[in-house]
């Protein structure tokens, strides 16, 4: 053998015996071709739904804003909390309109039209318009409402220009969780309530709740459902809203919103739902009262589509008609 060849031989032996030494069997792993190496996962975020009580942005409201020019104000003091939420729903106890004329209401609310601007400063996604006060104005009162709501892309639910649009669910989708709203009241005449060919309220019917919420059910993930009963300054829900209440759970809701007693009422756990029986006043001009100056934010936590806890937090209501927490 040629010294030349014993050279390249030994040269050889020391580069294997020097990977040997620093790369032992079983140190790493060879890359195949298409392997590659998965980004680490975060767990998902929870999703939280914020529930508020009456809002009205008429009269001694509607007045300050005027006078200031500050079509925020009612929300100025709260509104950094209410857009944190990633869906906040209220009930709106108003018309918002320049047109209509009052009719058959002892106190008649009708807000300028550039106080929708106040709900999506605060970050509304949807309210309920079922209550006794959005026909106050007529029905031309009541489109104008849906229209500039949808013009700044609030959803409303319980009422609409047809009794389809009054039934059907609002659906919110937030990171693939689906939430279903629904809305009633049982607080006007059969003869506000929307029909087939024309405007107005999601009347309350207990066989059409039952298949509105079964509808809402095969929709969507979280079916919350609204309503608007009960007596006024009364800080204990009723037989009424009792047996209401229940039967929406009963049917397959996960939560129910009250409204209507400008008071907070109780909090209760019913079977695999939630019931807030009232939450009270959120932004009014009720301020003879301690009791009409309070109102609950309820703030409900999703998880993997599943409601895992509800909270209740106090709202302090100004003289100067503003909410603030507690």
């Keep these: ?39 680490p996962t975060s767990a998902p975020r929870d999703i939280t739904l914020r529930f508020v009580g009456d809002i009205m942005l008429s009269r001694s409201v509607g007045d300050t804003m005027r006078v200031l020019n500050d079509w925020r104000w009612p929300f100025a003091l709260i509104a950094s909390t209410t857009r944190s939420a990633d869906l906040i729903f209220g009930n709106l106890e108003t018309t ?13 609310f009708r807000a300028d039209p550039r106080a929708a601007e106040s709900l999506k400063f605060a970050g509304f996604d949807v309210v309920s318009i079922a209550n006794n006060h959005i026909m106050d104005y007529g029905l031309v009162a009541l489109e104008d409402t849906i ?57 309350y019917d207990a066989d059409a ?5 079964s509808r809402a059910r095969s929709l969507a993930d979280i079916v919350v459902v609204s309503f608007h009963t009960g007596t006024e300054y009364e800080p ?18 996960d939560l129910v919103i009250g409204h209507h007693p400008h008071v ?20 009014f001009d009720q301020n003879w009262s301690d009791a009409t100056r309070r109102g609950a934010m309820l703030d409900v936590i999703v998880r993997d589509n599943k409601i895992i806890s509800v909270a209740s937090r106090a709202i302090d209501i100004s003289r100067q008609y503003q909410p603030s927490l507690h």
């Excluded at 907070?264 to 932004?283: D, H, M, P």
């Design 236 to 253: 204990k829900h009723n037989a009424l809203q009792e047996r209401i209440y229940h039967g929406a759970i009963d049917a397959g809701a």
């Design 96 to 108: 918002i309109s320049s047109r209509g004329f009052a009719s058959g209401c002892g106190f008649c």
């Design 264 to 283: 907070v009422q109780e909090l209760e756990r019913y079977k695999n739902g939630w019931i807030a029986y009232s939450l009270g006043n959120f932004v």
């Design 1 to 39: 053998m040629k010294y030349w060849q014993v050279g390249i031989i030994l040269a050889v032996l020391a580069v294997c015996g020097y990977a040997i030494i620093t790369h032992p069997p079983g140190a790493f792993a060879v890359r195949q071709q298409g392997e590659h190496t998965p980004a």
């Design 147 to 203: 229209a500039l709501l949808a013009s700044h892309s609030i959803s409303s639910v319980g009422g609409g220009r047809t009794l389809q649009d009054a039934r059907g669910p609002v659906i919110r989708t937030v990171r693939d969780t689906r939430i279903a709203y629904l809305a009633y009241t049982d607080m006007l005449p059969a003869s506000k309530r929307a029909t087939a060919t024309s405007a107005g309220v999601n009347l």
């Design 209 to 213: 709740m039952v298949e509105d919420i």
